[in-house]
């Protein structure tokens, strides 16, 4: 087990730009590099100043959109790319010079990688094999493995790859990983290939085991669900850098930017066009909304402000109430029924605004309803719209 450290770490990938076949391609190829910086026109900032600390013995998930820089962050903390700067620390020890051979990791890729000429027991034996470790000792650590891979593990040991399912793959693409012993295990989004039913029972299989063996661990997922499952915290990753690292619930209660809280969520925060403060009021299209006082000293007169709302803070009803907050009137644009907890997600559209609430199932709506929308000032977001910064 290792504390994982990446200090100023960037990475360009610097690739040369060829002729264009077409016309088309010669076009897209001016509107990208007319979007990056000078410096970076011939290139890809993957990763842009990168600061992070992985605990020893925890589990980090690494979220964000395609193209952020997730699997980038893992090559270089794994050693495949080496060609970065800044400082990647194992236990407070720069890693640049070492091999990844010799970093004892244990990755697990999103095709499983696995030698197909060799059956299951012999990809878990070819480590040792390589490192010329005795047969005796190659025995123990693979039983040993197969014992915390639990019932069934055994029966898979004799067969080749191309003889499993995808589940059955990736269990042994992770044993593979757990019989090296690994100091940091790393996970390059394993489960993307499995069926909705294999995932949750290969998911489980993961964090019972990560939850066993306590191994630092950094994991690259696209699903929400894995990472809130799997991982102690989670990085939001944008355009190559990192956004926010905490928990689940900070990351979603306490969300440092618009692109956090647009993202980040089962259920992502609704943002409302950006508006002008005026006095004390919000003013968005042709709706305003007012600054609560603990806002009000951070923000000017004309700043443009970005609002977000939760839709578990937004109360649809069919009557007027005389409850507090503000009352709005709203159209239904659609609705979806959650039987679970017998409510309504209810679509709604004010003028140009557009945003989510949640009402009762013993309430009857159809499209173009008029409702009445119940909201609380003090659970309103604001955002600088400028820097994307919250207030």
Same mark, same amino acid.
């Given at each position: 087990?290792?504390?994982?450290? @990446?200090?100023?770490?960037? %990475? *360009?990938?610097?690739? &040369?730009?060829?002729?264009?076949?077409?016309?088309?391609? !010669?076009?897209? $190829?001016?509107?990208?590099?007319?979007?990056?910086?000078?410096?970076?026109?011939?290139?890809?900032?993957?990763?842009?100043?990168?600061?992070?600390?992985?605990?020893?013995?925890?589990?980090?998930?690494?979220?964000?959109?395609?193209?952020?820089?997730?699997?980038?962050?893992?090559?270089?903390?794994?050693?495949?790319?080496?060609?970065?700067?800044?400082?990647?620390?194992?236990?407070?020890?720069?890693?640049r010079?070492?091999?990844?051979?010799?970093?004892?990791?244990?990755?697990?890729?999103?095709n499983?990688?696995?030698?197909?000429?060799?059956?299951?027991?012999?990809?878990?034996?070819?480590?040792?094999?390589?490192?010329?470790?005795?047969?005796?000792?190659?025995?123990?650590?693979?039983?040993?493995?197969?014992? @915390?891979?639990?019932?069934? %593990? *055994?029966?898979?040991? &004799?067969?080749?790859?191309?003889?499993?399912?995808?589940? !059955?793959?990736? $269990?042994v693409?992770?044993?593979?990983?757990?019989?090296?012993?690994?100091?940091?295990?790393?996970?390059?989004?394993?489960?993307?290939?499995?069926?909705?039913?294999?995932?949750?029972?290969?998911?489980?299989?993961?964090?019972?085991?990560?939850?066993?063996?306590?191994?630092?661990?950094?994991?690259?997922?696209?699903?929400?669900v894995?990472?809130?499952?799997?991982a102690?915290?989670?990085?939001?990753?944008?355009?190559?850098?990192?956004?926010?690292?905490?928990?689940?619930?900070?990351?979603?209660?306490?969300?440092?930017?618009?692109?956090?809280?647009?993202?980040l969520?089962?259920?992502?925060?609704?943002?409302?066009?950006?508006?002008?403060?005026?006095?004390?009021?919000?003013?968005?299209?042709?709706?305003?909304?007012?600054?609560?006082?603990?806002?009000?000293?951070?923000?000017?007169?004309?700043?443009?402000?970005?609002?977000?709302?939760?839709?578990?803070?937004?109360?649809?009803?069919?009557?007027?109430?005389?409850?507090?907050g503000?009352?709005?009137?709203?159209?239904?644009?659609?609705?979806?029924?959650?039987f679970?907890?017998?409510?309504?997600?209810?679509?709604?559209?004010?003028?140009?605004?557009?945003?989510?609430?949640?009402?009762?199932?013993?309430?009857?709506?159809?499209?173009?309803?008029?409702?009445?929308?119940?909201?609380?000032?003090?659970?309103?977001?604001?955002?600088?719209?400028?820097?994307?910064?919250?207030?």
């Open positions: 087990m290792a504390e994982i450290q @990446l200090h100023n770490v960037s %990475f *360009n990938f610097s690739a &040369p730009v060829r002729e264009p076949m077409t016309r088309l391609y !010669e076009i897209k $190829r001016e509107r990208i590099e007319e979007d990056l910086p000078v410096e970076t026109s011939r290139g890809v900032m993957a990763l842009d100043n990168v600061n992070l600390t992985i605990p020893n013995g925890q589990t980090f998930a690494v979220v964000g959109p395609s193209g952020c820089g997730k699997s980038t962050l893992l090559r270089v903390v794994s050693g495949l790319e080496s060609n970065y700067s800044g400082e990647v620390l194992y236990d407070g020890v720069n890693v010079d070492m091999a990844p051979g010799e970093r004892y990791i244990g990755m697990v890729f999103q499983y990688a696995l030698y197909p000429n060799f059956n299951n027991e012999g990809n878990l034996s070819f480590f040792f094999k390589t490192h010329k470790i005795d047969d005796e000792e190659t025995r123990k650590r693979i039983e040993y493995t197969s014992e @915390l891979m639990g019932i069934g %593990f *055994n029966d898979l040991l &004799p067969r080749k790859p191309g003889t499993l399912s995808g589940g !059955e793959k990736q $269990r693409a992770i044993a593979r990983a757990i019989v090296r012993a690994p100091k940091l295990f790393l996970f390059d989004e394993p489960l993307s290939n499995l069926d909705a039913k294999l995932r949750v029972q290969t998911r489980t299989e993961i964090k019972r085991l990560l939850h066993k063996f306590e191994i630092t661990s950094l994991y690259v997922t696209h699903d929400q894995e990472a809130v499952a799997l102690d915290q989670i990085v939001v990753m944008h355009m190559g850098r990192i956004e926010q690292v905490g928990t689940y619930q900070e990351l979603t209660e306490n969300p440092a930017s618009i692109f956090v809280a647009g993202f969520g089962l259920t992502p925060m609704d943002l409302l066009p950006s508006g002008s403060i005026s006095g004390r009021q919000l003013v968005t299209g042709d709706y305003s909304f007012p600054i609560p006082q603990r806002i009000f000293s951070l923000v000017e007169n004309g700043q443009q402000v970005t609002m977000g709302l939760r839709r578990e803070t937004v109360s649809v009803s069919a009557e007027e109430t005389s409850t507090g503000m009352q709005l009137r709203a159209e239904v644009e659609a609705f979806e029924s959650d679970v907890h017998r409510t309504h997600v209810v679509f709604l559209r004010m003028g140009k605004l557009e945003f989510t609430g949640l009402c009762s199932m013993d309430v009857k709506l159809h499209v173009g309803q008029r409702v009445y929308v119940q909201i609380d000032p003090e659970h309103f977001y604001f955002f600088d719209t400028k820097s994307g910064r919250r207030l």
